[in-house]
């Protein structure tokens, strides 16, 4: 029986406890077929320059929105392998929004990739990783 | 008349004051010829999986290293272009201090890189960056 | 006046004879408004392990997809600032095709993507470049 | 027993007859504790632009000589994971060298890094790579 999008988000949701995601205050907005939602609401400490977000905060959102993108399909938390970030355009104050989808599920590496909005839904980042899918008896690198 | 590198610690120490990075708790620890050192104490907020910090920790260790590198040589707060990061091992609780070196200084996009350890000297991982360093005048994309 | 996409086809098509693409085979396959799509037939020379291609022939196709998909709305050749490749499965012997699609097309600096398949349909990479779109007057770093 | 350096190049130049490899004029120069140094002479077919070389040649260089820094140390052919590379300046012609070096040696995922240089020794490019070094036994994604 497959899980559908309300039961992913349920699920999803409950996992997005970790620390890591509080303290940023990640929460997840959606579940579609296609792809997952997360935000963040700003904070003055994303300020790196004056008037915009830092990149590693840029970089938090691809990492938590493909995370969540492959969590949605494959269903354990996964190590990242890697990631890339191309930014666009500064991130000004607002709340953020990135958008993750799963580019290939694989059976050892798993590729999603994420784009990043501001408040205005201007495109101010994209960006991909790679996770480690392997089933927990493959030791890792 | 060349700067010294304690002239460039004191200089870059100052500039240590954004938000995201007290937020983080960045410290600038060393200013070498080939390199700049950072640090960050451990914090439970890292926390993105049982005993590892999020990848988006690491990510945000190799942002800042490369960028303090090329600050300590190009003098003026820069704009991300990309960024990089490989995982080689989970990070565990512990200071995480990262090396950041320029790679290529250039007229309009300069290119840096980062390891980043954990409290014990381990390599947990690894990447580039490439920041705009073109002059004021030179509008960014 | 905009171009059409038979235009765009056309324009293209000529300038596909840079040495390095009539080397390798390339043809330009179709002009989307979303996309372009760029094929290499197989040569036996493209063999880095048994059976299948060499990492770097699958970079050439992103990079060349990228180029093109840039070119299409962008109209000059746009130096490369940097590629990034994820290899989802090994490319099998037929022919390459991929499509490329801009992400976003800066003042300064035009980020795209690619996807590359094999003769099935199969996908077999993707990534993504950043170029360099500033208009002559700036000079490259 | 451990190879002596020498020993490396004996073997690693025997594999350098991949198709690829004796398409692209691959030829390994040197072997050292630290890094590997293959070269490619320049070929007229490498042309992108008026006076350079595609980005996809120097991506091939930078592919190439990262896998034959790992392939001194693991001794097997292995498939590239993901692949970075950031253009520092154009490649003109004359002959192509590259360093690569690796900087993480893991169970399952292995990091090399390799710079590129142009006749007279300035650095073009620079970039990395991720490659999967497990065992045959672990089936890849």
Redesign the interface.
Known sequence: MTETNIQIFERLSRRFS???????GFTLKAVEDEWVEVAVPW???????PGM?????I??MV??AA?YAIAARFGN?V????????????ARPGTLTARGRV??L??????AEARVFDFEGE?VA?G???F???RPS????
Chains 1, 2, 3, 4 share one sequence.
């Open positions: 970790s620390p890591h995601h509080e303290w940023m904070r003055d400490e994303f300020v790196g320059a977000a830092q990149g590693a905060i970089a938090a990492d938590v995370e938390p190590p990242t392998i890697n990631l890339h970030i191309d930014y666009h355009r500064p580019i290939r694989g059976a050892t590496v798993t590729t495109l994209s991909r990783g790679s480690f899918t392997a493959t030791k890792r690198g």
